[in-house]
């Protein structure tokens, strides 16, 4: 059963780059034909998709988020990487990794909370 698992600061100061890391376990990020995502949500708000790396790794982003974003992988470690610079307060959220099958949300991590403040 595969089972993914956020990691990161959970406080960044405005401007500065916030960096997460999804581990991956019980599945490999090239298996066929599976892409892996970050979404966040905002306090009060819905989920927000933030993009996705496929088993390939041919990456797409969110417009919204497209100019600050980074996703990448580490397939030795099985890991995916969120970043996202000059953030604001915001972009505080939890921020969560989940394997998506076509279209579907497959499988999330439990998320993690990232606070934007000085």
């Known amino acids: 059963q595969v089972q993914l698992q956020e990691s990161g600061p959970a406080l960044v100061k405005p401007s500065q780059t916030l960096s997460l890391t999804?581990?991956?376990?019980?599945?490999?990020?090239?298996?066929?034909?599976?892409?892996?995502?970050?979404?966040?949500?905002?306090?009060?708000?819905?989920?927000?998709?933030i993009g996705f790396i496929s088993y390939s790794g041919s990456t797409f982003y969110s417009p919204a988020l497209k100019s600050r974003t980074s996703i990448s992988r580490d397939t030795s470690k099985n890991q995916i990487t969120l970043q996202v610079s000059s953030v604001t307060p915001e972009d505080t959220a939890v921020y969560y990794c989940v394997r998506m099958e076509g279209y579907t949300y497959d499988t999330f991590g439990q998320g993690t909370q990232a606070t934007v403040s000085s």
């Open 22 to 49: 999804c581990t991956v376990s019980g599945d490999s990020v090239t298996t066929n034909f599976y892409f892996w995502s970050w979404i966040r949500q905002p306090p009060g708000k819905g989920l927000e998709g």
